[in-house]
């Protein structure tokens, strides 16, 4: 296998590369809490002047396995000598960024600053679609203008040699109604010529949403749209309303950093997609947490922090019948509702992104207070572990409620 640091718009947008999502992955399932977290990573990345590392992104070989014979989509890739990659992990951060950056290339192309417009142009070209050969030649009709992402179809589909769905065919799917439907300027450029293909595969499921968002055209109705795919894109449109987000998406943009790991002719993708994703024990809710408020702070004082403030907050629950795990996040959870504002937040597996999200919003408050904080708000949790409103916390942790509001909220100290 092999490995790279890199940019995440160089990634998408290497030349004579379309990705593919296998069949095997789940449909686009991202939903706003995950896209507001894309969003505050980008805006902090922008303001800090700072990369923000998004994770590892798992391709296959080039063509490795495929019998083009069998596939129309990878037929027309060979035919035009673009390479055809699996998207092995990492199709829900990729295919959430692709429809950030088709929002922000509409944003940018709406602007009257020629630069801007220009740079449109040259991300749509880059990261939203790929030209054949990479030297302009000419191909079918059927080519023409599909996006750049194009998801994979069901094993239904696979075993019976359906081919994918083309643009043409999801334009048969929409209706006269579009939340989106306007002239991109930089589509002109970028659409119009007859040698533009995609350059990754989505689902039919997600398809003809997905290929009518990024072409800004009438979207299907009914069982036909993804509501994750028109939401999300809603969702970053609506925070590119103002000319300053548009510049600091676009700076935050560049800082966005992975890793690629790209398998080699031997590699099994379960096995590599297996190891990156479960190594025995997953990182929980509270090893995120500490590392998002220690990461910050250099070697000697990391050691400091760590061993004054965060371990002895590890101890408090080490030695209980119950999973430490369990009552440290029911903690953590309890610690949230009283600190940070609008909590709503369903299951433990959000945990870890609300505490984000509330950390990035007061950048003015020092960590260390915070850590200071959340210290001795364990030290009474754990003391008052029996309490009624802690152990309402813990069955929230048990997954028993949802919703919750504390006691204190409702009727007051």
Known sequence: MRTELTRALDFLGEPGVRFRIPVYQRVYSWT?????????????????DEDHFMGTVLSGAPDAGVDAAADAACALCA?????????????????????????????????????LRAQA??????????????????????????????????????????????????????SSSSMCNLERPFCTSVLTGSDVLTKMELAPADQPTFSALLREEALPEGDGLSANLADNCRFFRERLASAADVRQALSGLRHLTLISAQLEAGDEPQSVFESLNSKGKGLTSADLIRNLLLARFGCEDQQR??????????????????????????????????????????????????????????????????????????????????????????????????????????FGD
């Open 32 to 48: 706003r809490p995950q896209c507001e977290e894309l969003w505050a990573d980008l805006m902090q990345a922008a303001a800090a």
């Open 79 to 115: 035919d035009a000598g673009v390479r055809a990659v699996d998207l092995v992990d990492g199709q829900q951060r990729m295919v959430t960024l692709t429809l950030l950056l088709s929002a922000l290339c509409s944003a940018l192309a709406g602007t009257d600053d020629e630069q």
């Open 121 to 174: 142009a040259d991300l749509a070209e880059r990261c939203l679609f790929v030209r054949a050969d990479d030297r302009y030649a000419e191909v079918t009709d059927v080519q023409k203008g599909r996006p750049k992402l194009h998801m994979a179809e069901s094993d239904g589909d696979v075993q019976k040699g359906r081919p994918k769905l083309h643009i043409e065919e999801a334009s048969q799917c929409a």
């Open 305 to 410: 922090l760590y061993e004054q403030l965060w371990q002895p907050i590890e101890g408090m629950f080490a030695d209980n019948a119950d999973a430490p795990d369990l009552l440290m996040d029911a903690a953590l959870h309890a610690w949230l509702e009283q600190n940070a504002d609008g909590l709503d937040i369903q299951d433990r597996s959000e945990l870890y992104g609300a505490f984000k999200r509330h950390v990035l919003a007061h950048p003015e408050q020092p960590l260390e207070d915070l850590l200071a904080s959340v210290n001795a708000f364990c030290a009474q949790f754990a003391e008052h572990l029996d309490s009624h409103e802690n152990k309402v916390h813990v069955d929230w942790a048990k997954g028993k409620l949802t919703g919750l509001v504390s006691e204190r909220k409702l």
